[in-house]
């Protein structure tokens, strides 16, 4: 292919660009073939195979917080496949293309883009996960791209992928108004008319409107707005203000087995606790960082403060308590890097500490990659061989969040105790939740004496993700009350809530 000139693309004749796009797509290919699904991201597929149309689809996610378009993604895919590795291929694609996109298309310095495809975000988190981030992550490297462009459609592109990107994520969508900031301020600086300027900041208003509808907790969901506010503590604060040093160093706690979700510094807090103190200066040490690196465009600096501060507050109300939440304040500063690259090039000294930054990044992704590859990430996959110690003839249900695995791996609706009725999928408005749960102190004894009364048996084979010893703290009284005798256990998942367990319950 060559362009108008008779010349071929420039990107034709980067060979170490396309040499790290193909180790790229090994490395995450591999990866990808190991992984083995976790609730999170089957959860989001068993709403969307269950959905028969589109306003069924609408209607069924409304509880969860998150905008549609990666449900209708799994919704069309669901059309025309129930294979959950169909999800994972499709994601994986997204995010390779992610990848390419970066590689080629945008100003970054060569040795930025060598370094970035293998980080903790890009090669495992939005990578490997099947989940809405690395759909909005693609959306605004795209808009970086269209911003600097000029082209007969180039607003209608632009509005186009910032409605897109508001409606993946709520942090998507915060990155979103972090962009369209910074295209104000650019605006504003091309001298466009004030009248122009209002009626982007207009626009824009308008274009996040049905994001926020959607991500607004109905009133009569068990997670509205009322109990986001009254569950506010001290130490959803304190959560909130490491996020930037989860963001810019994600390393995991590499000592422990089930390092997923975890911080080394956060995790040493209780053995050294001066890093109580030490962690918060470092967090915001890397938002200084970051603001100094970008100093030299007011545009690129506004966007990355404007992305940690809304993300800050709204992390009060849903705590940013792991890294997949974290990293769009680290996505938010490599698009401004972009932006700020597009106006003029780096300082040396200042391209090197982005890719020292990139290190971090790199360390922590090779070491979570090695470990998806060598352990089981998650044993959910193994349900069947659970199900099928169960004796002929005899009745097996599920309780809460062993529903999603079941469910996914069977492809059929079952009964939840917890819930008290089948179910092909878990809602959060109609079912009973996680913080229900936490405070009915005998879930399990209640539901199973209504339970076998209604069945008019005395024994029942329960599939749960719960632990013996977990299932005594969620009730009490249940080993008191009743016979519980362990049958069958797979254990060893990196992810904590991704082992099976197997139980026999009767009357005494």
């Known amino acids: 292919m060559k362009n108008i000139n008779g010349t071929r693309p420039s990107y034709l004749s980067q060979p170490l660009l396309w040499a790290i796009l193909v180790l790229y797509i090994l490395i995450a290919s591999y990866t990808m073939l190991n992984h083995e699904l976790w609730g999170d ?35 069309i895919i669901s059309k025309f496949t129930h294979s959950l590795q169909c999800m994972q291929v499709v994601h994986l694609t997204i995010a390779i293309i992610v990848v390419f996109v970066m590689l080629f298309y945008s100003p970054l310095p060569t040795a930025t883009k060598v370094l970035l495809p293998f980080g903790y975000y890009f090669l495992f988190e939005y990578a490997i996960l099947s989940r809405n981030y690395a759909i909005g992550v693609l959306a605004g490297f795209l808009i970086c791209i269209v911003i600097h462009k000029e082209f007969k459609y180039k607003l209608i592109v632009y509005y186009a992928l910032l409605f897109f990107m508001s409606n993946v994520h709520l942090l998507a969508m915060l990155l979103a108004g972090s962009l369209h900031l910074y ?105 200084g960082l970051g603001c100094y690196i970008l100093k030299e465009n007011k545009k690129s600096v ?12 709204i992390g009060n109300l849903y705590a940013l308590a792991t890294q997949r939440y974290s990293g769009f304040i680290f996505i938010g500063f490599i698009t401004a890097y972009w932006l700020y690259c597009y106006d003029r090039p780096l300082q040396k000294n200042k391209n090197n500490i982005v890719n020292i930054l990139l290190v971090f990044q790199l360390i922590a992704g090779v070491f979570i990659v090695s470990k998806d590859i060598s352990l089981p990430f998650s044993n959910s996959y193994r349900v069947k061989e659970a199900m099928n110690q169960v004796p002929p003839n005899e009745k097996l249900i599920t309780d809460y969040w062993a529903l999603n695995t079941i469910t996914a791996y069977t492809d059929k609706p079952f009964y939840c105790l917890t819930a008290q009725k089948t179910l092909s999928f878990l809602s959060f408005g109609s079912d009973i939740t996680p913080q229900q749960l936490a405070k009915l102190r005998h879930i399990y ?38 016979h519980v005798q362990l049958t069958y256990k797979i254990e060893g998942a990196i992810e904590k809530g991704s082992n099976i367990y197997l139980y026999r319950i009767s009357s005494l």
């Not at 089957?42 to 990666?70: C, M, Q, T």
């Not at 997923?260 to 915001?284: D, E, Q």
């Not at 506004?302 to 507050?313: K, M, P, R, S």
């Not at 209640?446 to 048996?457: H, M, N, R, T, Y």
Request: aromatic share 18%; with cysteine.
């Open 445 to 482: 004894c209640d539901q199973l004496s209504a339970f076998f009364q209604k069945e008019k048996i005395d024994h029942v084979y329960i599939l749960s993700i719960e632990s013996p010893l977990d299932l005594s703290k969620l009730d009490t009284k249940l080993y008191s009350s009743y």
């Open 41 to 75: 991201e089957f959860h989001s597929w068993n709403i969307a195979k269950a959905s028969n149309s589109f306003f069924d689809l609408i209607h069924n996610s409304r509880y969860e917080g998150h905008p549609p378009v990666w449900y209708t993604i799994l919704w």
């Open 302 to 313: 506004a966007l990355f403060l404007a992305n940690v501060v809304v993300t800050f507050i």
């Open 183 to 287: 295209f104000l301020i650019w605006n504003v600086e091309q001298k466009k008319k004030r009248s122009i300027v209002a009626l982007h900041i207009l626009l824009g208003t308008l274009i996040f409107l049905p994001a926020m509808y959607f991500i607004a907790p109905p009133s009569d969901g068990n997670m509205n707005m009322g109990v986001l506010v009254s569950r506010w503590s001290p130490s959803i604060f304190a959560m909130d203000i490491q996020a930037p040093l989860r963001a810019f160093a994600p390393m995991p706690a590499w000592w422990q087995y089930n390092f997923w979700n975890t911080h080394f510094l956060l995790v040493l807090h209780g053995k050294y606790r001066i890093l109580k103190f030490v962690s918060p200066l470092l967090a915001y040490g890397f938002v």
